[in-house]
């Protein structure tokens, strides 16, 4: 990425250093420079990982499969993923790895306990294993009951299925051997399990590019990208160079993704949006007739990716490949320039003040520019063809005197931009652990209401992405207040503040007392029965009770997070 940024190639294709400019302010022009600055980056880059993921799973059969149609259908809804599972009767425990987010599963499964029902991404999961299983010719309901992400997490609950079941069956077919050690038995079988884990590859880096139409002055564009980054990303490293070879005006970013403090860099699309806005005002600034515009504002046919064009233009090639006919249709459509016919009837009157706000942003930035006459014209002749559409169509007129509102789509945008903003201020706000948890719920309350209004799946896949960003977010906050509480940190004291602190020192009181109970000279029993055998034996049995019980709330905190 680095190369394509500093190297272009000139009218005869040989390759050219061009000129690099960087957060801290330098000009990057050779390849040995380049090379430096990434060493330098490279030291803040994330190793790759392996995804650790564990779920346990009850099956309530509704038949009576034979133990071969069981087996073949585990296979088939946990894939080439190694299980463990155990029949007792109509129930069948699985325990399995998989690619699912174990951490959102563990949260969800966590408000179980306090709120009616299951619902959301756990509810969705469940129905996702339940029709696999289905697909495979076994009825029965498949419910979620632990999920783990961590790799002790996932040894000590596999230890934990081992201990609990009998006649356990791995995915292989094979019999765990009975009479083994739980604990040796679970740490042979995850052993295995290795080579079957998932390795994944953080991203270190984001591509960004910054574009403007032909004839804008490149020079100018690039402070305008430059300032833009400067704003909303202060703490990262990044590289920008400008592109001279295309028609359109365009500069590329390269964003080391990890911050100087560790905050590691995600973009949603309200964050995209933000972003051109910025970019549009900024733009403005420098004097370049420029707004942020969507695919709605033009009532465009929806984008194609590369793999959908390049499956498109094989099958026109050879016979023997073939698409959809909707991806067909939406290719040709977006090179055409289509523009959707239903998207103008319904939302013709949204779209048009769209662009009579364009054109007043474009009046006060450049007063007497074509820019804002064309704007306005366009706003008229969308409101003229939105009526003319809606009447063709056999749509009512909008009830309403101010026209029918942006699709869902945008107004979700809004929402979503809204509550992002919200938590940026309580991220920013001084509360004790309880107030930011109290925020935290309301935050969610308010994501359950937006999953509540979407009908599309991947809509509602979007927006649990985005949640889940918002929670790590609002989580990592939560945990510097923890340790602000518990050194003593600055901030207003209040009750709550009193309160969670007295829970606090109470917690760490009775682990201090459980290690102390042992050496306690005022406890007749053990003293007297200290030296002799059955003594030495009760301090072991106690001893062992004690990690048992540390392992646990270790665990317990790991699934927390």
Not at 43 to 65: K, W
Not at 507 to 516: I, L, N, W, Y
Request: net charge neutral; hydrophobic share 35%.
């Amino acid at each position: 990425m680095l190369e394509y940024l500093g190297t272009r190639a000139d009218e005869d294709g040989k390759k050219h250093d061009i000129e690099v400019f960087t957060s801290s302010g330098l000009s990057v022009e050779t390849r040995e420079q380049r090379r430096s600055l990434l060493e330098e980056w490279q030291e803040d880059f994330r190793e790759s990982f392996q995804n650790t993921n564990f779920i346990e799973v009850d099956v309530e059969l509704s038949g009576d499969p034979g133990r071969n149609e069981l087996h073949d259908a585990l296979n088939a809804v946990f894939g080439s993923k190694p299980f463990v599972y155990a029949r007792a009767g109509s129930t069948v425990k699985v325990y399995t790895y998989t690619d699912m987010k174990a951490a959102a599963l563990a949260k969800a499964l966590q408000k179980v306990d306090h709120e009616s029902g299951r619902r959301g991404v756990l509810q969705r999961a469940d129905d996702g294993i339940t029709a696999r299983l289905t697909d495979a010719g076994v009825e029965g309901k498949a419910e979620i009951k632990a999920a783990v992400s961590t790799t002790r997490g996932g040894q000590y609950f596999l230890q934990k299925f081992i201990r609990a079941n009998a006649g356990i069956i791995k995915s292989d077919g094979d019999e765990l051997t009975a009479g083994q050690r739980a604990d040796k038995a679970a740490q042979a079988l995850y052993a295995s399990w290795k080579a079957d884990f998932k390795t994944v590859e953080p991203r270190n880096v984001y591509h960004v590019v910054f574009s403007a139409r032909a004839g804008t002055d490149a020079r100018t564009l690039l402070r305008a990208a430059e300032n833009v980054l400067a704003e909303k990303i202060p703490d990262h490293k990044w590289a920008i160079a400008h592109h001279p070879e295309t028609g359109h005006v365009h500069v590329h970013a390269m964003i080391l993704a990890r911050s100087e403090s560790g905050r590691q860099l995600h973009f949603s699309k309200a964050d995209l949006y933000d972003w051109r806005a910025a970019f549009a005002e900024k733009a403005r600034e420098k004097g370049i007739a420029m707004v942020a515009t969507s695919r709605m504002d033009f009532a465009a046919s929806r984008p194609f990716n590369m793999r959908q064009a390049g499956a498109y233009e094989r099958a026109k090639q050879d016979t023997r490949y073939s698409v959809s006919p909707t991806i067909a249709q939406r290719v040709e459509a977006k090179r055409q320039a289509v523009f959707e016919v239903e998207t103008v009837a319904a939302y013709g009157a949204g779209i048009s003040r769209g662009w009579q706000v364009t054109a007043t942003i474009t009046r006060e930035a450049m007063p007497g520019s074509q820019a804002e006459a064309g704007a306005a014209a366009f706003s008229a002749a969308v409101a003229e063809l939105a009526a003319a559409k809606r009447s063709a169509l056999g749509s009512p007129l909008p009830s309403s005197g101010e026209g029918t509102p942006l699709s869902p789509s945008a107004n979700k945008v809004d929402t979503l931009t809204d509550l992002t903003n919200h938590i940026r201020e309580i991220v920013s706000m001084e509360l004790s652990p309880l107030e930011l948890r109290r925020k935290i719920a309301d935050v969610n309350k308010a994501f359950d209401r937006i999953d509540g209004s979407l009908s599309k799946k991947e809509d509602r896949q979007e927006l649990a992405g985005i949640r889940e960003e918002m929670n790590g977010l609002l989580n990592e906050r939560l945990n510097d207040v923890r340790v602000q509480a518990a050194i003593g940190g600055t901030g207003a004291t209040d009750t709550v503040r009193d309160e969670g602190r007295s829970l606090r020192e109470k917690d760490q009181q009775a682990k201090t007392q459980d290690r102390a109970n042992e050496q306690n000279p005022r406890q007749p029993d053990k003293q007297a029965a200290a030296g002799s055998a059955a003594g030495k034996a009760a301090q072991q049995a106690d001893r062992v009770e004690r990690q048992n019980r540390d392992t646990q709330r270790s665990l317990d905190d790991d699934r927390e997070r």
